[in-house]
């Protein structure tokens, strides 16, 4: 039997917490014969409702849950953790854009980054879902200076996965068939799915989709609008495929890359593609399993930079009303 790894999850008794869980203590996301140590962590009034959670793992009698610590307590909470799953804060409402939530999450994330440093196993990787994600983890990044920067993650899986599934029903195949689909910039309203890399069946979604102002249009707001019309349906935001996201992204850097493929998420920017360096922007990547990389030279035209240009423009914003909040 492989000895545990140590799982981390804030914010366990919220939406996003009831379906992650189940996923990770299944085995899903760190495979069929890894075990995994639980620590959750949520605020106080959220604790109650935390031990109800925990009584419904324990009622799963899952295999590979080797221990559940629920906690309110951050230092506890982090302790010893190989991976920090930051979920833990406000979601918005109808009419909100995500950055509106800075005022609201930023501060959540100091006193988290704090924590991790000091707690945390040396091998800590962090990925930051609450919103604005990609804002809220360079604010935990800055509070954490001993944990090096590519161990930061913020997740745009989602919208990848929203993009495949938009670009697979247009063109009338199944999901699998879309692939090379780079999220560029925030998990915001200005994110930039790029269309003109993806491959849809090997061949170039450019070639298969022949609507390109389908493509520069109803095919990038839906994308970017997609969280906004799931709250406007649901009443609450995502919640399942957020989760399933989360999965997804742990899974994508802690296995190797199909050959030729790549996944997104926001990560601490190197100043690849000519982005402003040291923002938390997402990027085609590549993983070995154990390390990631930007995936360098993917074409970039006119039309991408533009948009590329636009939703780091927004970062550099989220950035410089954080820096003023004094949080980073
Ligand atoms: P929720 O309100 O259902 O749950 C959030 C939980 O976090 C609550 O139980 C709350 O008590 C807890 N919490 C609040 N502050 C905390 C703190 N300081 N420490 C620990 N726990 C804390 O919300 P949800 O639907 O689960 O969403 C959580 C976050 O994820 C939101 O910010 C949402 O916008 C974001 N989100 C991001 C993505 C993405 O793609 N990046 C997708 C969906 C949702
Ligand atoms: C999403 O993309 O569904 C989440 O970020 C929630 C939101 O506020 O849109």
């Not at 620590?39 to 109650?48: D, H, K, N, Y």
């Not at 009622?59 to 506890?76: G, K, M, W």
């Not at 006193?111 to 919103?131: E, F, H, T, Y």
Request: hydrophobic share 40%; proline share 4%; net charge neutral.
């Amino acid at each position: 039997m492989k000895s545990p790894i140590t799982v981390a999850v804030t914010g366990a008794a919220g939406q996003i917490g009831y379906s992650l869980l189940f996923r990770i203590a299944s085995g899903s996301m760190f495979g069929p014969d890894q075990p995994v140590a639980l620590r959750l962590i949520e605020i106080e009034p959220g604790m109650a409702a935390l031990g109800g959670v925990v009584m419904e793992i324990d009622d799963c009698a899952f295999p590979l849950v080797h221990s559940i610590t629920p906690t309110s307590d951050i230092n506890e909470g982090f302790k010893g953790v190989n991976w920090a799953l930051l979920v833990g804060s406000v979601p918005r409402k109808a009419g909100m854009e995500r950055k509106d939530l800075l005022n609201i999450n930023g501060k959540i994330f100091t006193g988290q980054g704090q924590a991790i440093a000091k707690n945390a196993a040396s091998d800590v990787r962090v990925l930051v879902v609450g919103n604005p994600c990609n804002t809220n983890c360079l604010i935990a990044m800055n509070n954490a200076k001993d944990v090096p920067a590519d161990r930061w993650f913020a997740m745009t899986r989602l919208d990848e996965n929203r993009a495949k599934s938009q670009l697979a029903a247009k063109a009338g195949v199944h999901v699998s068939e879309v692939s090379n689909v780079a999220i560029w910039g925030n998990h915001s309203a200005t994110q930039y799915p790029d269309f003109y890399n993806a491959k849809i069946g090997g061949k170039a979604a450019t070639d298969v989709i022949k609507d390109e102002a389908w493509l520069q249009g109803e095919f990038i707001s839906t994308v970017q609008q997609r969280g906004a019309a799931i709250i406007k349906a649901r009443g609450s935001s995502s919640a399942a495929s957020a989760a399933n996201a989360v999965v997804d992204t742990v899974r994508s850097l802690t296995t190797p890359t199909p050959a030729g493929d790549w996944t997104s998420v926001a990560v601490c920017s190197d100043g690849s593609y000519g982005v402003e360096k040291d923002i938390i922007t997402s990027f085609p990547i590549r993983s070995n399993g154990s390390k990631w990389e930007i995936v360098q030279g993917v074409p970039v035209n006119e039309f991408s930079q533009g948009k590329i240009n636009a939703t780091i423009q927004e970062l550099k914003e989220e950035r410089d009303a954080v820096k003023e909040l004094g949080l980073i």
